[in-house]
């Protein structure tokens, strides 16, 4: 082989490393970025997860009293949820979807009956591609009582979003 | 002859120079995505869950506890009641057990196995009385609690006052 061909040869080599690490480094920048927008599309959803949640904990619809004009936090009156549950169906679209979009609100009773549920709000999206579940416990008054105190259960609330 | 070896010897390390140069920029690359900024972006839910929790429970109500079975009992009168007689001899019987043990054995399992459990979240729910917190009244844990575990948040304090003084309540939630 003549010395100009080994130096062809060599060029090329060369050349055909440096196009290989080219090559790689770009697979690499594709995950990357792929990866990046798949984290932000999770965060997205988390922080409307954390903002549905919010609006629950906060709905006056079904929250508890507090006396004075107050509120109760983390409380859910269950005769306010019940009648709440009646006429939600005439204001999904116009009122509520603005507030929860596509998402499920439960409340599920631990103590003493576990098989109570309620499902708040239901408005699911078909083909969803990802779905975020957040939850928090509750205190669940039974105001119906006239006498005496109300009874006190304890539960949870399950909202789920989707996007 | 000399100088042509030279200046092939100089070209060679240049290029040994640029691919050292690639290789760096590749690690750095590599580091900046190997270490980027992974923040705890569940502590809203932990903490509100463990905040939620605590005060859902506090407030529960109990019924068919001795002397007085149509007396409704919140959880927390029944702390108090465990803070002042924690001897197990005098105060509410609830299930044939007085409140220390109802607590501990029957009513916060039920309520952690039930959310926190269901939920898959380590706890550890903790009421001391303030002068003394060595011994705890209620000490609930699942899976060796949180000492070990890097993302703990807390519901913050829970305090009531009872004859024996101060009783604190805290649950903490971790990953």
């Known amino acids: ?163 | 002859m000399i100088s042509s070896d030279v200046k092939k010897g100089q070209m060679e390390m240049v290029g040994l120079v640029v691919i050292v140069l690639l290789v760096t920029i590749a690690f750095l690359f590599l580091a900046q995505f190997a270490l980027n900024d992974r923040s705890d972006t569940h502590f809203f839910a932990r903490k509100q869950l463990a905040t939620s929790t605590l005060s859902g429970i506090l407030q529960t109500t109990v019924k068919g506890c001795q002397p007085d079975e149509s007396q409704l009992l919140t959880v927390s009168m029944l702390l108090q009641d465990c803070a002042v007689n924690r001897g197990g001899n005098f105060g509410y019987v609830c299930g044939g057990k007085y409140s220390c043990d109802f607590l501990n054995k029957d009513l916060l399992p039920t309520f952690l196995e039930g959310s926190l459990d269901v939920f898959k979240q380590h706890y550890e729910l903790k009421a001391v009385l303030v002068q003394d917190p060595e011994q705890p009244l209620v000490l609930m844990t699942s899976n060796g609690g949180c000492k070990r575990q890097k993302n703990v948040d807390t519901s913050g304090d829970f305090p009531l006052s009872s004859g024996a003084g101060l009783v604190n309540t805290v649950l903490l939630i971790c990953d």
């Open chain 1, 1 to 163: 082989m003549k010395r100009g061909q080994i130096q062809m040869t060599e060029t090329i080599a060369v050349l055909f490393i440096f196009f290989i690490l080219i090559f790689f480094g770009l697979i690499f920048y594709y995950k990357y970025v792929d990866s990046s927008i798949k984290a932000n599309q999770d965060q997205n959803l988390e922080k409307r997860a954390i903002d549905t949640t919010t609006r629950v904990i906060f709905l006056p619809e079904i929250q508890c009293g507090g006396g004075s004009g107050g509120t109760n936090v983390y409380c859910i009156d269950l005769l306010k949820m019940e009648a709440f549950q009646k006429v939600l169906p005439d204001a999904i679209d116009d009122y509520y979807f603005n507030l929860f979009s596509f998402a499920k609100i439960t409340v599920q009773e631990v103590y003493p009956d576990s098989s109570k549920l309620w499902v708040v709000y239901d408005k699911p999206k078909k083909d969803f591609t990802s779905k975020k579940v957040t939850y928090f416990s509750a205190a669940l008054q039974d105001t119906s009582i006239i006498a005496g105190s109300p009874v006190t259960s304890f539960g949870y609330v399950t909202v789920e979003v989707y996007s």
